[in-house]
Nanobody, 122 residues
């Protein structure tokens, strides 16, 4: 019922910034909890940031708090992840995901984007 298309990944030096975008198809975007997950080579996929349908509540992985900001634009059916002060350990494939649940748990997310590579060089 929903397709997620990610963009904005790339190569950046440590301390730099990137803004990821996730464009959602479908007319029920405003009802979904949206989140970003990431997966580095050899590591399990982890929650990075999430935002509830209203946009009033957000959650973040502790290691990105104060550096990353998730937001959503209902008019554009798009979710963003602004990433500042990037560190080499942020290097991973970043995935956009959606669920009707009010949760950040990976297993609850029903729809996933294709992933976009973020590489932070030192």
């Amino acid at each position: 019922q929903v397709q997620l298309v990610e963009s904005g990944g790339g190569l950046v030096q440590a301390g730099g910034s990137l803004r990821l975008s996730c464009a959602a198809s479908g007319r029920t975007f405003s009802s979904y909890t949206m989140a970003w997950f990431r997966q580095a080579p050899g590591k399990e996929r982890e929650f990075v940031a999430g935002i509830l349908p209203s946009g009033a509540s957000t959650g973040y992985l502790d290691s990105v708090k104060g550096r990353f900001t998730i937001s959503r634009d209902g008019a554009k059916n798009t979710v963003y992840l602004q990433m500042n002060s990037l560190k080499p350990e942020d290097t991973a494939v970043y995935y956009c995901a959606a669920t009707y649940g009010r949760t950040w748990s990976l297993s609850r997310f029903d729809y996933w984007g294709q992933g976009t590579q973020v590489t932070v060089s030192s």
